[in-house]
């Protein structure tokens, strides 16, 4: 059996045609062994679900047809398949200095209604004041120093493009430290901080989903040390590592079973 996508003609004839559910997937290399491992693969295919790598070197067109797809142009030209999730909304998430924008524009009381329990209705969700360094590492103090940030500073590369270089994160704790730093750059105030309430997490990631269009998606909040209502979201990642996460396979196959059965719930009746 080849594992990667690729399906089986033995396996395929066990399910009927109107069972099977086909994602097309373009992923790196260290993507797809962290997340298609071999236990979400076979219990994919036990519900009818088949993982099937696209070719970057042959048309979109002529592969397929695929019930569930990342792909930009192939959404246009075919609406009737389910996106997950549209790159024009991925690509928001690629900049530190544009990632949390929603969440600062962001009132949860006025989200479908209050909070979802009273202890929550006076939280407070917002992100950590930051500043974007493009270029010229010397001038940091100075522009530091004119913005008002405070000492620690934790310093993120502006651009998230999947490599470990764009996760990895250095703490400023002096202006010696700050004109080590290279740019391009994200300088956000150090908050100490504590864990936020599950509910208040639950109804950010929902609105969130909402603003964003997204669906693959993490976010890394804290509560300010100190507080009960005050938090802070740090970090939005796309794609995070789901394989780390316990029975994430079975999370996953029901999630695209869902996407389906919600897909045809919407189609109009014949």
Known sequence: MR???????????????SQKL????????KKKKSFLQPKLLCLARNKGIFFVAIDLNRPLSEQGPFDVVLHKDYRQKNPEVTVLDPPDAIEHLH?????LQDVADLNLSDCHGNLLTSVLLNCKV?????LVIVKDPSSIPYEVTKAGLKLPLVAKPLVVDGSAKSHELFLAYDQFSLAEL???????EFVNHEHPPRPLLEKLAKELRRRLGLRL?????????GTQDVFYVIDINYFPGYGKMPDYEHIFTDFLLSLMQSKHKKKPAT
């Open 182 to 188: 290279e740019p391009p750059l994200v300088l956000q």
């Open 217 to 225: 998606f993490n976010i890394d909040m804290i509560r300010e040390h």
């Open 22 to 29: 086909v994602v097309g997937y373009a992923l790196t290399s």
């Open 126 to 130: 917002g992100v950590p004041r930051q």
């Open 3 to 17: 594992l990667n996508g690729e399906i089986e003609e033995e396996e395929e004839e066990k399910k009927p045609q």
């Open 95 to 99: 900049n530190r200095q544009s990632m």
